[in-house]
Each structure stands twice: as C-alpha cells, then as structure tokens.
C-alpha cells in the first residue's frame, strides 16, 4: 500500500509538471525596453486629487511587478500617459431611516491611456479607455468616503494599465531607433 502511495504521489508530480512544460518565468518585453515613466494623470473630472494618486498606484504597481524600472519622464524607453476623463460615483443602496439618501454607492473612473515607445518615437497604444470600479459606505460624509475609495479604484485602474503594458505585443522592432 505504501508503494501505490509513493508511486501515485510520483505520477501526480509528473501530470503536473507537464502542464508547466511551455510556461516562462520571464518577459517577453525586450531588454531594450524595460524602462518605463509615468507623467501625473491629467484629471478632467471634478474628483479632487484623483491624478496624482492614479499614478502613485501606476508606479507601485510596476514596481510589483518587476519587468519595468522606473524612470522619469524623457529618461525611459516607454512613457505611459494618462487622462482621467469620468468619475462617477451611482447609488446602489438607500438608508432606510432616511428614504432617499443613498448609504452605498458604486464608484468608476474612466481614463483614457496612451503607451508610447520614447525610443522609437511610436505610439503603441493611443488613447484606450480603462474603467475601474469599487463600491463605499457612507457612514458620515459622502466626499470623505468618496476620497477613501480613490485608493482602490485607483489600484484597480493600476493593475489593468500595468498588465496591459507589460503584455503588449513588442514586435522586435520596438527599440530601433534607439536614442544614444
């Protein structure tokens, strides 16, 4: 019994290996390449401060990830550039005791982002919209609630525009037209 165990935990292993057998712990972002800036969000909502932080999560999230070295803007090989162009906060919930003030809301922002490749001088995505979402409670003030749930939507704008970039298809012939 002993030996079927063994032998049955051995060809599990195998099965699983197999299914790693095309799978790379590297990128497929040139070496060239992995420098990456990221301006402040321009922020055409009334959302106060929402820009500045977009992009701090922007950064964090490259720096998570690791394919990408931060650099400042004109220093890097690809520049991302963003817009928040909507935030939106809708009622999803109402307090009972008051009737039609809402207790719950959903909160989206909308940005429209660019990647460009400094290097090449070619824009590798223009404009995509990106919609990030999260709910809030408001327990008080409605701004301050708002301005608390800025931080993760903010984060879940982040990782969509950080794994879009690093999953972009380079084609080989990003980087000519390498700046010395």
């Not at 699983?16 to 992995?34: F, K």
């Not at 931060?70 to 890097?76: E, F, K, L, S, T």
């Not at 301050?144 to 380079?170: C, E, F, G, K, L």
């Amino acid at each position: 019994m002993k030996n079927t165990s063994i032998a049955g935990a051995i060809l599990l292993a195998a099965v699983s290996l197999c299914g790693c057998a095309n799978y790379s712990w590297t990128s497929d972002v040139p070496e060239e390449m992995r420098t990456v800036a990221v301006p402040v969000f321009e922020n055409r909502t009334m959302a106060a401060e929402l820009g500045p932080i977009v992009t701090q999560y922007v950064l964090r999230e490259f720096q998570r990830e690791g394919t990408f070295s931060i650099r400042r803007p004109g220093g890097a090989s690809v520049e991302v550039q963003g817009s928040l162009v909507k935030a939106e906060r809708q009622p999803v919930s109402y307090d009972r005791a008051y009737g039609s003030r809402a207790s719950e809301y959903r909160y989206l922002v909308t940005a429209e982002v660019s990647i460009i490749n400094r290097d090449a001088g070619r824009v590798l995505q223009s404009n995509r919209n990106y919609v990030a979402e999260t709910t809030f409670l408001v327990q008080g003030d409605l701004l301050t609630a708002q301005r608390n749930a800025a931080q993760r939507v903010a984060q879940d704008m982040a990782r969509q525009i950080v794994d879009d970039v690093v999953s972009h298809p380079y084609d080989g012939k990003e980087g000519s037209g390498k700046k010395k």
